[in-house]
């Protein structure tokens, strides 16, 4: 029992950190391209207020959520692992 506690706390925190970098590093793509639309296509306006509406939009997407996906792939595999070993 203390060995799945422990597999508990250490995935959890293992996982919290590639959740945190996987999503730092997908903002920051996001709003790389953002600029990069901005300076190609509109230069009108302010640029700052365009990036932020674009996180705002990007924070509400499809791809936001999927990041959500580290926890529960991670999880849900292991338990199928687990449920296979012990009751098949």
Known sequence: MLALARL??????VLT???????LYSRSVRKSKLRQKWDEDIR??????YVRR??????????????????????VTIAVVIYLVNFT
């Open 54 to 75: 674009g996180l705002k939009i990007y924070d509400r997407s499809l791809r936001r959520k999927l990041l959500w996906g580290v926890y529960v792939v991670p999880v």
């Open 44 to 49: 009108r306006g302010d640029r700052n207020a």
């Open 17 to 23: 950190v590639v959740y945190i970098s996987l999503s």
């Open 8 to 13: 508990i706390i250490v995935g959890f925190i």
